[in-house]
Each structure stands twice: as structure tokens, then as C-alpha cells.
């Protein structure tokens, strides 16, 4: 039995990326920043002993060495996935509350596994497409993305809005671990996953819509009804379902292929007229609170759009995709659990 450390098991992927690690057999511990929180991801998993599942306490994955005590084990861990970043436009102080955490975070990570955890042997961690998309170049019909690319984002716009400073949050964490492996020659391999939008059902230990992830917020408001005049236009056009991309982590530990590759993990693309189009077909008693058939909005750019190369991702870790309306009903269903 492999032991797996997996950071941020109370976020919406990890949540997903615990599941499989337990359905596959793997033996866990997750890290939390509170023990309800554990308690919470605990009562989900009754039958599950503590062999299999345990949990570590990390207030704060940007403060120095937090994750010292949180990668030693006993037994000791084959490996560590690290999820925990901040993906949330609750901010107010871009390199406080988004640039630290990520990227103390990540390095932070890497650090204390070279310092206290000499048995792990691959690390993955959730990128995203935010660190491979160029933002400033638009809908840029003519460019298919791949792994080759990197978001030129500078540290200088960060401050322009929001958006600048999560996008840098993650390109600038992904860099800083690939430099740290060149740098550092640690004794363990790198994969790191780039997915764009990640839609998916809730598992419900999660808590309330209010603190629903960031991600499924577009489906969330959309069925509550508030934009019954008009769809809202995209930010991101390519996605991907959480269960899909939950068993990307599992594989990229199982695959030897895996070690050191960058992954674009991307099922293809949508618009949110789409997604309104299969709730409308999907459940019907949400039609009084879709926007009414022909609304504005929620549509591709009319000049065309980028293309997103997944072939690398398809053939070394050998992955299908679930199809949209799938993805879509299986939220809308998981979202009922919070009475809508
Ligand atoms: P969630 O917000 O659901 O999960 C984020 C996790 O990180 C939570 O467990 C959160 O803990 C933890 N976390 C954040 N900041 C800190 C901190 N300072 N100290 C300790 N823990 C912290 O988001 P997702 O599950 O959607 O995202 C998970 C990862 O996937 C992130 O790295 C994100 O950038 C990446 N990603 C997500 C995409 C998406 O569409 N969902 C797309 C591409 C990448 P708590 O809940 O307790 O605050």
C-alpha cells in the first residue's frame, strides 16, 4: 500500500483526488487548517481507519517550514500531492492573500519534503491553465496552446486587477517549482497538471453554496436564478470535470512516464449559453430561473478562439473525458443537497 500526503483535502479537487486515492487503495493523510475541518472529511469516510486515512494541521500553507511536521510519517510517505492554493477573488491584498500563499506555499512544500521526507519519491502538483494562457493576447484564433506555453505575466500587473494577480499566483508558483528542481536536484520527480475551468459535482462535506468553489460559482448562480436577462459571457472557454482530472493526480503518481512532465488537462471547450442549453433540457424545473430562451450573452467570440492541444495528457496518462452534459447535470444534481 503506497502513502500518499495530499494537501488542502477540504478544497473542491481535493476532496475528489482524496476519493480516489482511497478507491484505489492508497493510504492518506490530508492536510487541513482546522481539525472541524478534518472532522468534517472524516465522518465521509466511516469505514475508512485511521491506517488509511489521517490528517495533519496546516493553518497556513505560506508561513515558513509549515509543512515540516505535516511530511513526517510514520509509515513514511511514497509521495505528496499538493492542491492547496488560493483560487478566490476575495482580496484585498493580491500578494498576501494570493502570490504568498501560492508560491511560499509550493516551495514551502518542496523544501520540508528535501528536508524530512527522504522516502518520497514523485510529487504532482494542481497548476493550472492560468500559467499557461497568455490573458493579453485575447481570444488569439490563430495560437494552439500546449505545454510549451507560459503566462507572461509580470509581477507589475499584478496589482492592475484580480484576475492578474490569481493567473500569477499560479504561473509564478509553477515556475519557482521547476527552477527549484533544476536547482535543487532533489531525490524526487515533479509532475505538475495545468487544468482550465474545473466543473464537477460537490461532494458534500464541503459546507454551504455561500463557500461554494470558485470554479462551479457560474453553474451555482445560474440555477439560483440570478441571470434570468442575460448569460454571462465567459473568462475561460476550456474545461474540464473534477473526476477527471481527480484521477490525472492518482495516475500521475502511478505513471513512471509522468515524472518531470507539465500537463495540460483540458476535455475541450464550452461557452455558458452551452451550459444553459443543458439545464434547460436537463431540469426543467430550473427553467423559471434560467435566462429565458434567446438571452444575450454566454456565447463563443465571434473571431474565433484559440485552440488547447491535450494529446499529451490523452496518451502518457491515458485518460478519456467525461462529455459536457454529464459534467453539468451530475453539478446541478450535487448542488441540490444545499436546497437550492
Ligand atoms: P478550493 O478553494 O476549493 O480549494 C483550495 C484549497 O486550498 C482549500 O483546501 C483551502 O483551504 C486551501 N488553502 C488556500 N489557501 C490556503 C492557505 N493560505 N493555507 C492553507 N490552506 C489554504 O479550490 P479548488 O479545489 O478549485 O482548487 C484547488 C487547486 O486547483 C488550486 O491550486 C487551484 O489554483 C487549482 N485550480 C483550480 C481550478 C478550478 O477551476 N477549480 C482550475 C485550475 C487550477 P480552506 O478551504 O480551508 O481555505
Known amino acids: 500500500m503506497k502513502r500518499v500526503l495530499l494537501t488542502g483535502g477540504s478544497g473542491f479537487i481535493a476532496t475528489h483526488v482524496l476519493d480516489q486515492l482511497i478507491q484505489r487503495g492508497y493510504s492518506v493523510v490530508t492536510t487541513v487548517r482546522s481539525a472541524a475541518k478534518a472532522n468534517k472529511i472524516r465522518a465521509a469516510y466511516p469505514t475508512i481507519g485511521t491506517d488509511r486515512l489521517d490528517f495533519a494541521i496546516v493553518e497556513d500553507i505560506a508561513l515558513e517550514d509549515a509543512f515540516d511536521d505535516a511530511v513526517t510519517s510514520s509509515p513514511p510517505f511514497d509521495a505528496v500531492i499538493h492542491t492547496a492554493s488560493p483560487f478566490h477573488f476575495n482580496v484585498t491584498n493580491v500578494q498576501r492573500d494570493l502570490l504568498d500563499p501560492a508560491i511560499k506555499g509550493t516551495t514551502g512544500v518542496l523544501q520540508s519534503i528535501v528536508k524530512n521526507a527522504p522516502t518520497v519519491k514523485r510529487v504532482v502538483i494542481t497548476s493550472s491553465f492560468a500559467s499557461i494562457v497568455n490573458p493579453f493576447k485575447g481570444s488569439w484564433p490563430e495560437h494552439t496552446y500546449t505545454e510549451e506555453d507560459w503566462n507572461p505575466v509580470t509581477l507589475q500587473q499584478t496589482s492592475e486587477n484580480i484576475a492578474n494577480g490569481y493567473r500569477a499566483s499560479k504561473t509564478f508558483a509553477e515556475r519557482a517549482a521547476w527552477e527549484f528542481m533544476q536547482q535543487e536536484s532533489p531525490h524526487f520527480s515533479l509532475t505538475t497538471l495545468c487544468p482550465p475551468l474545473v466543473l464537477g459535482p460537490v461532494i458534500s462535506h464541503l459546507g454551504s453554496l455561500d463557500n461554494l468553489n470558485t470554479s462551479n460559482q457560474v453553474i451555482r448562480d445560474l440555477v439560483q436564478g440570478k441571470h434570468k436577462d442575460k448569460v454571462p459571457d465567459n473568462a475561460t472557454f476550456t474545461w474540464v470535470d473534477v473526476r477527471d482530472l481527480a484521477l490525472c493526480h492518482v495516475l500521475a503518481l502511478e505513471k513512471p512516464e509522468a515524472a518531470n512532465q507539465r500537463?495540460?488537462?483540458?476535455?475541450?471547450?464550452?461557452?455558458?449559453?452551452?451550459?444553459?442549453?443543458?439545464?434547460?433540457?436537463?431540469?426543467?424545473?430550473l427553467r423559471d430561473l434560467l435566462p429565458a430562451?434567446?438571452?444575450?450573452?454566454?456565447?463563443?467570440?465571434?473571431?474565433?478562439?484559440?485552440?488547447?492541444?491535450?494529446?499529451?495528457?490523452?496518451?502518457?496518462?491515458?485518460?478519456?473525458?467525461?462529455?459536457?452534459?454529464?459534467?453539468?447535470?451530475?453539478?446541478v444534481n450535487s448542488l441540490q443537497q444545499f436546497v437550492l
Not at 483540458?266 to 434547460?280: T, W, Y
Not at 465571434?302 to 490523452?314: A, I, M, P, T
Request: with cysteine; proline share 5%.
Open 293 to 331: 430562451e434567446g438571452s444575450p450573452g454566454g456565447g463563443y467570440p465571434e473571431d474565433g478562439l484559440y485552440k488547447v492541444d491535450n494529446s499529451k495528457v490523452v496518451k502518457i496518462l491515458d485518460v478519456s473525458w467525461r462529455k459536457l452534459p454529464d459534467t453539468v447535470t451530475d453539478t
Open 263 to 285: 500537463f495540460l488537462v483540458s476535455a475541450g471547450f464550452f461557452c455558458n449559453g452551452e451550459l444553459v442549453d443543458i439545464m434547460r433540457k436537463e431540469h426543467d424545473r
